[in-house]
C-alpha cells in the first residue's frame, strides 16, 4: 500500500509561488514511473479536480485553468511528485492533493494553498 504525504503549502499573495511536493512511500521501484500520477485539488464547496498529470513515460497535461503557470515534475530516486506553481491566482486557493491518474491510492493528508488578492 502506498501512501503520500503531501507538503509546501502555505498562504502566498496574488502573483506569487509556491511548489509542492508529494513524497510516496512504496516497498520498491520508482512510484511514478510505475503509474501516471498528478496533482489535484479541492476548493471548498466544490468537487476535487485534477489540474496536472504526468505519464510514466513522461508526458504532462494540464488542465486549462493553470496551463502556462503550473508546472508538474517527478524525482525517482526520492519517489517525490512536484508541482511548481507560478503567477498564483485567488482562485487557486484549495487543498491539493496527489494520487495516481485514473485514482488508485487512498487520498492523503493534502496541503493547504491560500493565494490573497
Known amino acids: 500500500q502506498v501512501q503520500q504525504v503531501e507538503s509546501g503549502g502555505g498562504l502566498v499573495q496574488a502573483g506569487g509561488s509556491l511548489r509542492l511536493s508529494c513524497a510516496a512511500s512504496?516497498?520498491?521501484?520508482?512510484?511514478?514511473?510505475?503509474?501516471?500520477a498528478g496533482w489535484y485539488r479541492q476548493a471548498p464547496g466544490k468537487q476535487r479536480e485534477l489540474v496536472a498529470s504526468i505519464s510514466r513515460s513522461g508526458r504532462t497535461n494540464y488542465a486549462d485553468s493553470v496551463k502556462g503557470r503550473f508546472t508538474i515534475s517527478r524525482e525517482s530516486a526520492a519517489n517525490t511528485l512536484y508541482l511548481q506553481m507560478n503567477s498564483l491566482k485567488p482562485e487557486d486557493t484549495a487543498v491539493y492533493y496527489c494520487n495516481t491518474v485514473p485514482i488508485k491510492w487512498n487520498w492523503g493528508q493534502g496541503t493547504q494553498v491560500t493565494v490573497s488578492s
Open positions: 512504496a516497498a520498491s521501484g520508482s512510484i511514478f514511473y510505475i503509474f501516471d
